[in-house]
């Protein structure tokens, strides 16, 4: 597998150490025929979970600390995280709950937005990309499962776009959604009512699973997570 520091003849740059955080050259689409190319995905041996959340705490305290716990579970449960790479918000908490807990935190963030969303020091590692593309790519790469913690437009065109993906056959990882204090009880009618008026199959929404605290989230990924799926991301 093509390790990371070697995604292009054209980028001279070297990977560093800081802070225990792994710095590559800035992944660029166009400097790679597979996105597997690019993610070293063997040398993490913990099954990893993509987590979709906002970059800010929200109104209610319930969030943050929801967001930490589901950090702190993750790693209690044999499980890693990837995620956007941020330091605020509650992207910040929950990579803060999993390396308080010792298990391994891969972020990935946009060059272009390491102005906004300051990237975290504290992760095994570290990756820079190009586009949201291939931010989203990167991380679906790596993921075992997805799982939606409350958040904004960005937290929502993830998880609709890798529902998407399911619906299209690119995957067969579990999604699910994390309906913290009803945060997305308005989201889920919607769905249903996409269904009901038939522009979705009723099991393609069946497959986004709704969990309404973190021991079910848990208890779900402990039954399917081993499943090891590639997602052909040049499909999409």
């Known amino acids: 597998m093509t390790q990371?520091?070697?995604?292009?003849?054209?980028t001279h740059s070297t990977r560093t150490q800081s802070n225990n955080i792994e710095k590559y050259a800035i992944i660029r689409s166009k400097d790679y025929e597979n996105v597997a190319d690019v993610v070293d995905r063997a040398s993490i041996p913990q099954p990893l979970v993509a987590v979709y959340c906002g970059s800010r705490l929200g109104n209610n305290d319930v969030y943050a600390q929801a967001a930490t716990a589901l950090g702190k579970a993750l790693a209690d449960n044999g499980m890693g995280l990837v995620y956007g790479g941020a330091s605020i918000g509650l992207m910040g908490a929950v990579a803060d709950g999993i390396i308080a807990a010792g298990a391994a935190a891969i972020g990935v963030i946009p060059n272009f937005?390491?102005?906004?969303?300051?990237?975290?020091?504290g992760l095994t590692r570290?990756?820079?990309?190009?586009?949201?593309?291939?931010?989203?790519?990167?991380?679906?790469?790596?993921?075992?499962?997805?799982i939606t913690l409350p958040?904004?437009?960005?937290?929502?065109?993830?998880?609709?776009?890798?529902?998407?993906?399911?619906?299209?056959y690119q995957h067969e990882k579990p999604m699910i959604i994390l309906n913290i204090n009803g945060?997305?009880?308005h989201l889920i009618e919607h769905l249903k009512h996409t269904a009901e008026q038939?522009?979705?199959?009723?099991?393609?929404?069946?497959?986004?699973v709704v969990c309404h605290d973190i021991d079910a989230a848990i208890n779900l990924l402990n039954s399917v997570v081993s499943i090891r799926d590639s997602l052909d991301t040049n499909k999409i």
């Not at 586009?131 to 990167?138: C, D, G, L, V």
């Open 151 to 168: 958040g904004g437009f960005g937290t929502l065109e993830e998880i609709m776009e890798i529902a998407t993906w399911r619906q299209l």
């Open 183 to 185: 945060f997305y009880d």
């Open 4 to 10: 990371p520091s070697k995604i292009s003849d054209h």
């Open 113 to 121: 937005m390491l102005d906004h969303e300051v990237a975290h020091h």
């Open 198 to 208: 038939g522009f979705m199959k009723p099991e393609d929404l069946e497959r986004l």
């Open 126 to 146: 570290l990756h820079l990309t190009d586009t949201m593309h291939t931010r989203k790519a990167i991380m679906a790469e790596y993921a075992d499962a997805f």
